[in-house]
């Protein structure tokens, strides 16, 4: 039986693509080699690649705006250094709004200053921080803008007269924005895109060679546009799944059509929340996430049952992080909005056992 994936990632993909990325390590498009034992530097792979960085900004509507993507290795954790290695000069601000943003901050003090501009940390980051005032004499701003451990979510963002960077890792391609509000954004793909293994950039290339210091070329934005992000052999099959994905969610009508879901998924889960008193949320309710609802029990003798009916009904991936507890149900953009109804009419029967 397949089961229902809200694991927060590594974290479900469709089905079809799936299908077809399983087809390709057997034998791609009829060429007589698997899609993992050819070169990266084949006609083939080079297609794929270029496919998928062109698909990348046509999602986010970035086509011909002065952006590049890119798909490198080393995740959104690598790149908590490599935002500071390219773009901070003299002073950055970052906005806290959990375990993720205090990991980057970490990374880019080793650069220069780092000023938390806002921060959610007084509260165990249950909220996104409001009327934030950012300073003009910023190298950039950087905040993330969906916070999966506890389930928070810009619903907008600051106008900034400084770069504005982005870690969009967990909602990327989930919802409406205006992207070009943003200089560069990045996203590990294990979420909303493909298999852990590849991350994206997206940079829009003015902001790019002005700091003084060398820059190793492995971190260099630079460096990997002029090679077109084939600097080093690329993560081949996560760019090759992720590029399926972006074309299943293309064909889907974009982000458009898949906003529309997510918002039903997540309407779905809160109104459960909210009416059932077996259940409270933990994240402030103006600022939850869309992609990952956290929520406790009030009754902790109910506890057992609740695991053992999502044991039995096949929800798998709903434990809350270590750091918060409870239970966390993500809600990527792969996920059936039939899983979310499976999961609140066992909230439901739990009440009714109450």
Same mark, same amino acid.
């Given at each position: 039986?397949?089961?229902?994936?809200?694991?927060?990632?590594?974290?479900? *993909?469709?089905?079809?693509?799936?299908?077809?990325?399983?087809?390709?390590?057997?034998? %791609?498009?009829? @060429?007589?080699?698997? *899609?993992?034992?050819?070169?990266?530097?084949?006609?083939?792979?080079?297609? @794929? @690649?270029?496919?998928?960085?062109?698909?990348? /900004?046509?999602?986010?509507?970035?086509?011909?705006?002065?952006?590049?993507?890119?798909?490198?290795?080393?995740?959104?954790?690598?790149?908590?250094?490599?935002?500071?290695?390219?773009?901070?000069? +003299?002073?950055?601000?970052?906005?806290? !709004?959990?375990?993720?943003? /205090?990991?980057?901050?970490?990374?880019?003090?080793?650069?220069?200053?780092?000023?938390? =501009?806002?921060?959610?940390? $007084?509260?165990?980051?249950?909220?996104?921080?409001?009327?934030?005032?950012?300073?003009?004499?910023?190298?950039?701003?950087?905040?993330?803008? +969906?916070?999966? @451990?506890?389930?928070?979510?810009?619903?907008?963002?600051?106008?900034?007269?400084?770069? *504005?960077?982005?870690?969009?890792?967990?909602?990327?391609?989930?919802?409406?924005?205006?992207?070009?509000?943003?200089?560069?954004? &990045?996203?590990?793909?294990?979420?909303?895109?493909?298999?852990?293994? !590849?991350?994206? =950039? =997206?940079?829009? $290339?003015?902001? *790019?060679?002005? =700091?003084?210091?060398?820059?190793?070329?492995?971190?260099? &934005?630079?460096?990997?546009?002029?090679?077109?992000?084939?600097?080093?052999?690329?993560?081949?099959?996560?760019?090759?799944?992720?590029?399926?994905?972006?074309?299943?969610?293309?064909? %889907?009508?974009?982000?458009?059509?898949?906003?529309?879901?997510?918002?039903?998924?997540? +309407?779905?889960?809160?109104?459960?929340?909210?009416?059932?008193?077996?259940?409270?949320?933990?994240?402030?309710?103006?600022?939850?996430?869309?992609?990952?609802?956290?929520?406790?029990? !009030?009754?902790?003798?109910?506890?057992?049952?609740?695991?053992?009916?999502? %044991?039995?009904?096949?929800?798998?991936?709903?434990?809350?992080?270590?750091?918060?507890?409870? &239970?966390?149900?993500?809600? &990527?953009?792969?996920?059936?909005?039939?899983?979310?109804?499976?999961?609140?009419?066992?909230?439901?029967?739990?009440?009714?056992?109450?």
């Amino acid at each position: 039986m397949k089961k229902h994936n809200f694991s927060a990632g590594p974290c479900i *993909l469709p089905q079809e693509v799936m299908l077809k990325a399983a087809a390709a390590v057997q034998e %791609l498009d009829g @060429i007589g080699l698997s *899609l993992i034992e050819i070169s990266h530097r084949s006609k083939e792979f080079v297609a @794929i @690649i270029e496919k998928a960085r062109s698909l990348a /900004l046509e999602l986010l509507g970035l086509e011909n705006k002065g952006y590049q993507a890119l798909f490198l290795q080393g995740g959104a954790s690598t790149q908590f250094l490599n935002v500071a290695y390219n773009l901070l000069e +003299n002073k950055a601000g970052y906005i806290n !709004t959990g375990t993720w943003s /205090l990991k980057a901050i970490k990374e880019a003090r080793l650069f220069g200053e780092v000023i938390e =501009v806002a921060s959610s940390q $007084e509260q165990n980051f249950n909220h996104i921080p409001k009327n934030i005032v950012v300073p003009s004499d910023l190298d950039y701003l950087h905040l993330t803008s +969906n916070n999966t @451990i506890y389930g928070t979510q810009f619903k907008s963002f600051p106008d900034v007269a400084v770069p *504005l960077v982005c870690d969009m890792s967990s909602d990327i391609f989930s919802r409406q924005l205006d992207f070009s509000k943003f200089d560069l954004i &990045y996203a590990g793909a294990q979420k909303n895109m493909g298999p852990a293994g !590849t991350v994206l =950039v =997206v940079v829009k $290339e003015d902001i *790019l060679g002005k =700091v003084s210091r060398k820059i190793p070329s492995m971190c260099n &934005y630079q460096v990997h546009i002029e090679k077109d992000s084939m600097f080093n052999t690329p993560a081949v099959f996560p760019v090759y799944v992720s590029m399926l994905t972006m074309q299943w969610l293309k064909d %889907l009508g974009g982000i458009a059509a898949i906003e529309e879901l997510n918002e039903k998924k997540a +309407n779905l889960i809160y109104s459960e929340i909210d009416l059932n008193p077996v259940f409270s949320g933990i994240a402030k309710k103006e600022d939850r996430s869309n992609m990952n609802a956290t929520f406790n029990i !009030t009754d902790d003798t109910l506890v057992e049952t609740f695991d053992k009916m999502c %044991l039995e009904a096949g929800i798998s991936g709903i434990k809350g992080h270590r750091s918060v507890g409870g &239970y966390r149900a993500s809600m &990527y953009n792969a996920l059936p909005l039939e899983s979310v109804g499976v999961l609140v009419d066992i909230m439901s029967e739990v009440e009714r056992k109450a």
